[in-house]
């Protein structure tokens, strides 16, 4: 299977989830499928680089336009946002999202939370908050830059509800069940999440020793690759290659890429098996 297609790998019966595994707690979840769709793919600047002229950015490949990095879990009804950057809005319009049950920060660096005041259509729709699940840190630095959110309730402002979370909780949701992974960004610990089979990651320099049992096993593994060359804060293609080999999951795809990544087709299809750069619009079934 070349996985640049969609891939359905959910649970059946001869793959029967353990009750440690499942994200599901409600009694059909072996009927359920989840889906996770890549909504961004690219570094904090996004693919073309606003000025530059380089191969990448000239490219016409349609995997060569990279949003910053987010990306919707789907289950059943529910429709949960890892990271709302400054591509939210066209995300969301991108691809047709009517509702949107929670978001998920990763961390608080802008090209991951500087969208969240358009999550208003949402409130408008729903009359609710928006629940924004972050570490404690993150939902501080939430409060201070989006200051005029939390003051006196004023109409037709965003309205979010901020749920402190640690890498040991759980998040759960109408039966879904989230554990969060505390990872390495450079110095700065962030979160990513593992959900059933599949386990996202970005903005992810290493991934501490303690924290692995969190991801070990995981089928399907989103982690961030940023260039070729070294990065304080972030795994370059070898040490994501490295770390990929570490866990062995069944498919491994690179997002949060630069434009000094090369393009989509030099890259090829598959790095090496099983391993490719995700794109903007992918589909996995999980
Ligand atoms: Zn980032
Ligand atoms: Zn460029
Ligand atoms: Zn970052």
């Known amino acids: 299977m070349s996985i640049h297609a969609r891939t359905v ?11 440690h595994d499942s994200p599901l707690t409600t009694h059909n979840s072996r009927l359920t499928i989840l889906k996770l769709t890549l909504l961004g793919t690219g570094t904090s600047q996004g693919v073309p680089v606003i000025g530059c002229g380089c ?6 490949d349609s995997r060569d336009k990279r949003l910053r990095s987010s990306a919707l879990i789907t289950v059943g009804h529910l429709n949960i946002l890892i990271d709302a950057g400054p591509d939210f809005r066209q995300q969301m319009l991108r691809a ?13 660096h802008n090209d991951h939370v500087i969208g969240l005041d358009d999550i208003r259509p949402f409130n408008f729709r729903s009359g609710q908050p928006m629940r924004v699940f972050a570490l404690p840190r993150v939902a501080a630095e939430v409060r ?12 037709g ?15 759960q949701m109408d039966g879904l069940s989230i554990q969060p992974v505390g990872v390495q ?7 990513g999440y593992r959900i059933g089979d599949l386990t996202y990651l970005t903005d992810v320099k290493s991934v501490l020793p303690a924290e692995m049992h969190k991801i070990t096993g995981t089928k399907h593994l989103i982690t961030s690759a940023l260039h070729h060359d ?7 293609l070898n040490e994501a290659l490295a770390f990929v080999e570490t866990l062995t999951p069944e498919y491994a795809w690179f997002t949060h890429i630069s434009h000094q990544m090369g393009r989509a087709e030099e890259m090829g299809t598959q790095i090496k098996p099983g391993i490719a750069l995700a794109y903007d619009g992918l589909e996995i079934d999980f």
Request: net charge neutral; charged share 25%; hydrophobic share 30%.
């Open 9 to 19: 790998t959910g649970p059946t019966h001869d793959s029967p989830l353990t009750t």
């Open 55 to 60: 191969r990448v950015c000239s490219s016409t």
């Open 96 to 108: 047709g999202v009517r509702h949107l049950d929670a978001i998920l920060l990763t961390h608080e």
């Open 144 to 155: 201070k830059r989006f200051e005029y959110i939390f003051g006196r309730p004023i109409p």
């Open 157 to 171: 402002l965003p309205r979010i509800e901020l749920i402190d979370i640690e890498p040991d909780s759980r998040v």
């Open 185 to 191: 960004h450079g110095k700065l610990p962030i979160l």
């Open 230 to 236: 070294y990065h304080p804060t972030h795994m370059n």
